[in-house]
């Protein structure tokens, strides 16, 4: 079975830094797109960054010049880079892959368990 595990959250002052990582493991063929959502209280879950197998990366224009993604392929492992972060950037951060496990003919959308950012003075 395939996982995600997301590290790295925590409690920041306004203009600091914080940098997410999520690790795939499992049986894995192959992981195609990659990406990071965020989800604040009373909102819907919304995008924050992706990046392709290849390295194309999509950012919201929310955190565009502030927030980095990066991933490393041979670690199965995604990257969020957070830098001036603001209030508004609280929110339980969750990581999300497309992964295609050993075995099978089809990759499936998976999630994982979300780490909390808290962005306060």
């Known amino acids: 079975q395939v996982q995600l595990v997301e590290s790295g959250g925590g409690l920041v002052q306004p203009g600091g830094s914080l940098r997410l990582s999520c690790a795939a493991s499992?049986?894995?063929?192959?992981?195609?797109?990659m990406g990071w959502y965020r989800q604040a209280p009373g909102k819907q879950r919304e995008l924050v960054a992706t990046i392709t197998s290849g390295g194309r990366t999509n950012y919201a224009d929310s955190v565009k010049g502030r927030f980095t993604i990066s991933r490393d392929n041979a670690l199965n492992t995604v990257y969020l880079e957070m830098n001036s972060l603001k209030p508004e950037d609280t929110a339980v951060y969750y990581c999300?892959?497309?992964?295609?496990?050993?075995?099978?003919?089809?990759?499936?959308?998976?999630w994982g368990q979300g780490t909390q950012v808290t962005v306060s003075s």
């Open positions: 499992g049986s894995i063929l192959r992981i195609n797109a």
């Open positions: 999300n892959a497309d992964v295609q496990p050993a075995m099978s003919w089809t990759s499936y959308d998976t």
